[in-house]
């Protein structure tokens, strides 16, 4: 089973400010298998980034996902109100593993 | 408009088996290039993915659970069941289903989900 790591649990950070999310596997995941989803409290998680790079329908262009092999990072280039929340990576192998989230709250 | 809707017991007791059912309209369960899978996640905890299944009846299961878990498609009614045996105080969780594309390798669509209690 891929573990997926991400880092750090929490960023505290203001309205406006840039946020650079982390996820690391234990082994080499497809880029094509990586995605990212975004969780605000009381809702289901919401589709962000698929293909470790392309946006899902309706997602604005400041969020953005880059990497292959074992890392990746998603990136929030300036962080709107709504965007404060909990971001999940996971990845899509044949036993598909989430990682344990990063909060991104506001300082 | 694509939607996923759970439905099930809100309290079991420890030793029962759960029962789960996921509608779905918008798509068919017959299509090829998706599937359903079942997500849960324990209160304050991360997501943990569970089982999926495909049209062609192709299915998987986490591997730490794949002994209690059995998943099933009804293509005509539009549902998928998910059955958990054994169920203790640590299945406790919010139970998504959310569909996958293959052409995307994601969840894309997920159900609002519904939360289960383990308790005697």
């Known amino acids: 089973e891929i573990v997926l790591t991400q880092s750090p649990g929490t960023l505290s950070l203001s309205p406006g400010e840039r946020a650079t999310l982390s996820c690391r596997a234990s082994?080499?995941?497809?880029?094509?298998?990586l995605a990212w989803y975004q969780q605000k409290p009381g809702q289901a998680p919401r589709l962000l980034i698929y293909?470790?790079?392309s946006r899902a329908t309706g997602i604005p262009d400041r969020f953005s996902g880059s990497g292959s092999g074992t890392d990746f990072t998603l990136t929030i280039s300036r962080l709107e109100p709504e965007d404060f929340a909990v971001y999940y990576c996971?990845?899509?192998?044949?036993?598909?593993?989430f990682g344990q989230g990063t909060k991104v709250e506001i300082k | 408009q694509v939607t996923l809707k759970e439905s099930g017991p809100v309290l079991v007791k420890p030793t029962e088996t759960l029962t789960l059912t996921c509608t779905v309209s918008g798509f068919s369960l017959s299509n090829a290039r998706m599937g359903v899978s079942w997500i849960r996640q324990p209160p304050g905890k991360a997501l943990e993915w569970l089982a999926h299944i495909f049209s062609n009846d192709e299915k998987s299961y986490s591997t730490s659970l794949k002994s209690r878990l059995t998943i099933s498609k009804d293509t005509s009614k539009s549902q998928v069941v998910l059955t958990m045996t054994n169920m203790d105080p640590v299945d406790t969780a919010t139970y998504y289903c959310?569909?996958?594309?293959?052409?995307?390798?994601?969840?894309?669509?997920w159900g609002q989900g519904t939360m289960v209690t383990v308790s005697s």
């Open positions: 959310a569909r996958i594309t293959r052409v995307l390798d994601a969840f894309d669509i």
């Open positions: 996971q990845q899509y192998g044949s036993s598909p593993t």
């Open positions: 082994q080499s995941v497809s880029s094509s298998y």
């Open positions: 293909g470790a790079s």
